[in-house]
């Protein structure tokens, strides 16, 4: 499984850009893709970002979700999200193959791809 832009990769954009993203499957499976990101939740994350500086409470993450990637063909999904916040945003693909509820992720379990947007 490979995603496009690889995991780990760092991006700068500016807002108003989209962000473009690939999951190739190596053969057919049926099941769905997403991506898991912080895009588009600025706010929160600033909110965790305050709380952890000035009350030493630690980020809650709920600043993250993830947007369903449509299958453009029998093997690959794209999503393009649109960047309208100024901020530094994470996301990775993953994909669940019907009758799991464990995903598959690409690359390492760590990687994720960083977008910078000013």
Avoid at 81 to 89: C, D, M, P, R, Y
Wanted: with cysteine; proline share 8%.
């Amino acid at each position: 499984m490979k995603q496009i832009p690889a995991p780990g990769t760092h991006r700068l954009y500016f807002r108003g850009d989209a962000a473009v993203f690939e999951l190739e499957l190596p053969q057919e499976i049926s099941g769905q893709a997403f991506l898991r990101t912080n895009l588009g939740h600025a706010a929160r994350q600033r909110e965790d970002i305050i709380a952890w500086t000035e009350r030493g409470r630690p980020p809650r993450g709920l600043d993250w979700h993830d947007l369903p990637m449509p299958r453009v063909d029998a093997c690959r999904f794209r999503v393009s999200v649109a960047l309208l916040e100024v901020g530094h945003f994470e996301g990775k693909c993953l994909f669940f193959p019907d009758g799991q509820v464990e995903p598959i992720w690409p690359g390492f379990a760590g990687d994720r791809r960083m977008a910078r947007s000013h």
